[in-house]
């Protein structure tokens, strides 16, 4: 079974610090997605990384899948109280229409 | 604008009784799925189906069973609700672009099932 485990399962940060999600696994995905989830809703996708070693921005969300496509991070500048929410990473299975879903990890930002 | 729904919210109920999710999507979407997401093991696949009448096991399927008769309906069933089923139940569709999938999922608000 593929496993995606992300880190840290919790974080609790002041408005402006910096931040790093890491999504790991020992199997290989065509693809890694990243979605956010607010309370009392569904996840929204943020974005999709398909190449080993891809870097893509999203204003202050920085995404970057490893060159093996065994593991991705998210860094986020200068965090917002937007940005509170549960972040998850999806790892797209090759063989089949399935996503392996990471344990997520729960941001909180403190104005 | 996208829209994934989900007949209700919250859900009570009694241990042993049958109990079914319903779930539409207005995208003409050709894959859907059902996930149980609970804290600190994310969300996990119940079942998917790539087409109507289609459906695959996902990762936790015991105790649980799938409908879909419609290409925009896709119903997760019960057969007899255990009190280790109360979760967050998540619908999604994606367009369905082949395998891999690299298409967005599009989730539903959620359905809270409290089984007592």
């Known amino acids: 079974t593929q496993l995606l485990e992300q880190s840290p399962q919790f974080l609790s940060i002041q408005e402006g610090e910096n931040l790093t999600v890491y999504c790991n696994s020992s199997?290989?995905?065509?693809?890694l997605q990243w979605y956010r989830q607010e309370p009392g809703e569904g996840p929204v996708l943020l974005v999709t990384?398909?190449?080993?070693?891809e870097v893509k921005k999203l204003k202050r969300l920085t995404f970057q899948f490893g060159d093996a496509r065994k593991d991705s991070s998210l860094h986020i500048t200068a965090a917002q109280t937007g940005d509170t929410g549960l972040y998850l990473c999806?790892?797209?299975?090759?063989?089949?229409?399935?996503?392996?879903f990471g344990t997520g990890t729960r941001l909180k930002v403190l104005a | 604008d996208v829209k994934v729904t989900q007949s209700s919210r919250y859900l009570v109920k009694r241990t042993g009784e049958k109990v079914f999710l319903e779930c539409v999507q207005d995208?003409?979407?050709?894959?859907m799925f059902w996930y149980r997401q609970d804290p600190g093991l994310g969300l996990r696949l119940i079942y998917f189906?790539?087409?109507?009448?289609?459906?695959e096991k996902g990762d936790i399927p015991e105790g649980y069973s799938v409908s879909r008769e419609k290409k925009e309906r896709f119903s997760l069933i019960l057969e007899s609700a255990s009190t280790n089923q109360t979760s967050m139940y998540l619908c999604?569709?994606?367009?369905?672009?082949?395998?891999?999938?690299?298409?967005?999922?599009?989730f539903g608000p959620g359905t809270r099932l409290t089984v007592l």
């Open positions: 999604a569709s994606s367009l369905g672009t082949g395998v891999p999938p690299t298409d967005t999922q599009y």
């Open positions: 199997s290989v995905f065509s693809s």
């Open positions: 990384v398909v190449t080993g070693g």
């Open positions: 999806a790892g797209a299975d090759s063989g089949t229409y399935k996503y392996i």
């Open positions: 995208m003409d979407h050709e894959n």
């Open positions: 189906s790539y087409d109507v009448k289609m459906k």
